[in-house]
C-alpha cells in the first residue's frame, strides 16, 4: 500500500518560518501531481498548493506570496516552504498524491502551530 509521510512542522512564533516535507514511492511520485491542503477543526480541507508531474504550480490566494512548494523528483519529495506564517496559518497539513487511473493517496497529517 502506497503511503505518504511527511515531517517538518511544529510549534512556530508568528513571521517565523519553517519547511513541510513528503515522500512517497518512486513509482507513484512520476506520474502524480502532488498537494498540500490544511484543515482547522470542523471544517474541510482547503488547497494550500499543488504541483504538477511537470512542475507546474497553484496556490490559494492566501498564502500567495509567502508560501512556496517545489518537487525534488530524485528524492520522490515533495516540499512546502512557509514564510512569513502567520496565526491563522495554524492547522494540520496534509500531502495529497493525485495520478490518473491511481487512487488518490493522503498523508497522516501533520501539524503547524504558529502562536507566540
Known amino acids: 500500500q502506497v503511503q505518504l509521510v511527511e515531517s517538518g512542522g511544529g510549534l512556530v512564533q508568528p513571521g517565523g518560518s519553517l519547511r513541510l516535507s513528503c515522500t512517497t514511492s518512486r513509482n507513484l511520485f512520476s506520474i502524480a501531481t502532488m498537494g498540500w491542503y490544511r484543515q482547522t477543526p470542523g471544517k474541510q480541507p482547503e488547497l494550500v498548493a499543488t504541483?504538477?508531474?511537470?512542475?507546474?504550480?497553484n496556490y490559494a490566494d492566501s498564502i500567495k506570496g509567502r508560501f512556496t512548494i517545489s518537487r525534488d523528483n530524485a528524492k520522490s519529495t515533495v516540499y512546502l516552504e512557509m514564510n512569513s506564517l502567520k496565526p491563522e496559518d495554524t492547522a494540520v497539513y496534509h500531502c495529497k498524491a493525485e495520478a490518473r487511473f491511481r487512487p488518490v493517496v493522503w498523508g497522516q497529517g501533520i501539524l503547524v502551530n504558529v502562536s507566540s
Open positions: 504541483i504538477t508531474s511537470g512542475g507546474s504550480t
